[in-house]
């Protein structure tokens, strides 16, 4: 909505438009909430809704089953005070929570504050109940509410004409139906809701799903600033009309607000977002009567939420031309190097060790001569172990050789050759980047 505000859309046309979303009150009764800091939060939550999906889309996308009255997914989108940063934090639904004392809104049922996992509290509470939860879980006093259903996510992926996807290595979920080939693909919406929904393509699960569906938002952002989209004005309705058909909203963000917000949002493109997610202490923590749930790190995700309060950036200055690095499966940063010097040219092991250092692998600093002083073809020896580490660095290499060597370790050993002339820069599609681990949308879209 925002977006299209920034576009230039009319006020009547938001206006009319408005009179589509649903209307609830999240914040009723609520009290000793948190103090308000600086810039808007605006809490994000994706609900089924598969009970508005034709039997057709039903089929097809793998959402069969009954409709359940719970989230999806969870995001905390941060609105900088000036307008021209937004920092989106998702928030694994399986996180490890404790519900404020509520009635149940199914049962009507009195319960007294428990531990639940975070998209529980949809279930027994709806929305006031999911943001009192966030709100005591993090610190951040919550200005806004949005729900949005797969309905709305679908059809606003059609209208701006599908979004661009791109991946290093073959993608399956036999669960969603999701089959993508390595490389660069268009996503339509059922598509689309595939690839968000995914949580069985690698062994990271929903933190995997979420690390998905943050670089779709990126995409889909930088398809809607830089497609075409807000200068089509048939295009633009149809957009807002998807997006606002299958909406729920809190009573205070009307339509003045929007266009407030949007007005000064005008120059928002994809390198305006940051992406993050809560960090993690344990993956894996049980909880009797619960089960397996998400535990936070306690002293990341403080650090983390004040920032948010205090309106800090949370990617730091990190620079802008990521997404113009080749595609690899294993991030740089998580790549240990030791280079040695297979030729007689004095200093060549000292640059590619810098060369390898400054793209963002973790070099040893320490480059040493190798055995042979006549290596015509740089070669990479690696453990088969790490495999997919060897494959990211070669691709930073080109013209080198892979080495398989068993017991060698985690330590990839790089032996530079006479063809070497420079380092390719590379990218991981789950990179880690910054102090949370945060990446800017334009590190994240294809290149």
Known sequence: ????????????????????????????????????????????????????????????????????????????????????????????????????????????????????????????????????????????????????????????????????????????????????????????????????RSRHVDGASDLG??????????????????????LNPVRLREVAGSVLGSVRADQGFRTEEMLALARAMRGFTAASSEFTSVPVANAGYQVKGIGSTVKWDPVKSKKLFAAVREDQPLAGRLPRTAARKKLVEVSPQQIRVQVYNGTRLHGLGATVDSALRSTGFSTTRTPLNGDRRDVARTVISFDPRWDRSARSLATALPGSVLHPVSGQGATLKVTAGENFTAVVPVRAENAYQGEFGTLTGDQVICG
């Open 1 to 196: 909505m925002l977006v299209l505000g920034a576009g230039g859309i009319g006020h009547a046309l938001v206006s009319s438009l408005d009179t589509k979303i649903d209307r609830i009150d999240p914040f009723r009764d609520m009290k000793n909430r948190p103090r308000a800091g600086h810039g808007t939060n605006v809490l994000l939550v994706g609900t089924d809704g598969r009970d508005k999906i034709t039997e057709e889309e039903k089929e097809k996308y793998r959402l069969g089953g009954a409709p359940c009255h719970c989230t999806d997914t969870i995001m905390l989108l941060h609105i900088s005070a000036d307008r021209t940063r937004a920092s989106v934090i998702s928030l694994p639904r399986d996180s490890y929570a404790e519900v404020p004392g509520h009635t149940d809104a199914t049962t009507g049922k009195r319960h007294l504050a428990h531990p639940v996992k975070l998209n529980a509290a949809y279930a027994e509470g709806g929305p006031t109940l999911t943001v009192r939860t966030v709100e005591h879980m993090t610190g951040v006093k919550i200005d806004h509410y949005l729900e949005v259903d797969f309905t709305a996510f679908m059809r606003t992926v059609d209208a701006v004409g599908g979004v661009e996807i791109c991946t290093a290595k073959p993608m399956k979920d036999n669960y969603t139906g999701l089959v993508l080939d390595s490389g660069t693909h268009w996503l339509d919406g059922g598509q689309a809701l595939q690839y968000v």
């Open 209 to 230: 799903r979420m690390q998905r569906q943050q670089r779709f938002m990126a995409a889909l952002i930088d398809r809607t600033t830089s497609g075409g989209v807000l």
